[in-house]
């Protein structure tokens, strides 16, 4: 499974972001796909997942109601639209891709592929 991520960069808090993700090779390795947060000196957490056969949607608290995950099967892309950005969701923000079914889960070590990540900064 190969994973892209894109769309990041600088706003001013309050603004809005879209991150994409393109993936590709093995579908049965990526029955959940995630969005992971990093900064410096933490571990990985998570943000968002989806099923991606059934949808479903999950989000850690202080991402509900500002940011939404997406899927397009035809183009392989997942997506995240973050919305009402403030200082704290500033990180490196990683794609993620699951083999089993359980996709409510922010566990790191559930995931099996990633992404090689994208930054997002608010000011």
């Known amino acids: 499974v190969q994973l892209v991520e894109s769309g990041g960069g600088s706003v001013q808090a309050g603004g809005s972001l879209r991150l994409s993700c393109a993936a590709s090779g093995d579908r049965s390795s990526r029955k959940c796909m995630g969005w992971f947060r990093q900064v410096p000196g933490k571990e990985r957490e998570g943000v968002a997942a989806i099923g991606t056969v059934g949808g479903g949607e999950h989000y850690v608290d202080d991402v509900k109601d500002r940011f939404v995950i997406s899927l397009d099967k035809d183009r392989n892309t997942l997506y995240l639209q973050m919305n009402d950005l403030q200082p704290d969701d500033a990180g490196m923000y990683y794609c993620?891709?699951?083999?089993?079914?359980?996709?409510?889960?922010?566990?790191?070590?559930?995931?099996?592929?990633w992404g090689q990540g994208t930054q997002v900064t608010v000011s």
């Open positions: 993620a891709a699951r083999s089993a079914w359980l996709c409510q889960t922010f566990r790191e070590a559930d995931y099996n592929s």
